[in-house]
């Protein structure tokens, strides 16, 4: 399966690629602009050596640390896609009303087992989430697993039925620490105020509810297993050796 190849960078081109940022499982990626910048730098400082892919992947190790999570050792040598990937998005990324179990398959089929999936999940303890997809666990009835001030809370951010999705509606992944990369997450879920219908399933189930108590006893723990994990997110499976290309554009694949 394609991974850590820059493939959701390319943008639309007419005949050739259709791009990956078009699809519904892509809503709320943004700000790739910052990755032109980091390109052009690059580009001047070191023509034609780093890929589009290595500095994605560096990019989530250095956001990490500034939201205050664990430093990641990563690995670099990634190569870039020289394609784009658009109708596997939507078989592969998970859904946000999609089930734990579909949830753990899809991260197993990477090699990450349920301790590693209960960890990547504590990155909902930064960020928020858009009204639009929140709404199917406010209307027409609160979906029974709620908190019920959270619930209140929820329908005060979101106070209609159909948001327009392109309208800045939303609530914060986690009330208590948003900017900090933390375990409290695992303390908002077993209070059953999880955003998604994913992170609550991940408190209740059996297979991940006695990782999601350690993490929420013991940060340490979470930022090791949450280390681990990223780490087999970024080498899975990538593009190496004589594989893909550099890009010159990360929005482009090269022509020459
Ligand atoms: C396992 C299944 C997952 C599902 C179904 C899921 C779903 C979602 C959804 C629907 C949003 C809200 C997007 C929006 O409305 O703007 C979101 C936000 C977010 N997710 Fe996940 N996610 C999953 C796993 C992950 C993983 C593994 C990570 C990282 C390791 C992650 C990191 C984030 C972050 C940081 C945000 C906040 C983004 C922002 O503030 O714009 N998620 N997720
Ligand atoms: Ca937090």
Request: glycine share 6%.
């Amino acid at each position: 399966m394609q991974s850590c190849d820059a493939s959701v960078l390319l943008e639309t081109v007419k005949g050739t690629i259709e791009s990956e940022q078009k699809s519904v499982r892509s809503f709320g990626m943004r700000n790739f602009k910052y990755v032109r910048t980091i390109k052009e730098a690059l580009e001047k400082e070191c023509p034609s050596t780093v890929s589009c892919a290595d500095i994605v992947s560096l990019s989530a190790r250095d956001g990490i640390v500034m939201l205050g999570g664990p430093r990641v050792e990563m690995k670099t040598g990634r190569r870039d896609s020289q394609e784009s990937y658009f109708s596997d998005v939507e078989k592969v990324i998970p859904n946000h009303n999609d089930s734990i179990s579909s949830v753990l398959s899809m991260f197993q089929s990477v090699g990450i087992d349920a301790e590693g999936t209960a960890a990547l999940l504590g990155a909902h303890s930064v960020g928020r989430v858009h009204c639009t997809n929140l709404v199917d666990r406010l209307y027409p009835t609160v979906d029974p697993t709620l908190d019920e001030d959270y619930a209140a809370y929820l329908k005060r951010r979101c106070p209609t039925p159909n948001p327009d999705p392109k309208k800045v509606e939303y609530a914060r992944n986690d009330r208590e620490t948003p900017m900090i990369l933390d375990n409290m997450y695992y303390k908002n879920i077993l209070n059953h105020k999880g955003l998604l219908g994913i992170d609550e399933q991940l408190a209740s189930d059996p297979r991940t509810a006695p990782y999601v108590q350690k993490m929420a006893d013991d940060n340490d723990y979470f930022r090791e297993q949450f280390s681990r994990a990223v780490v087999l997110l970024s080498e899975n499976s990538p593009l190496t050796g004589e594989e893909g290309e550099i890009r010159n554009d990360c929005r482009y694949v090269n022509t020459n």
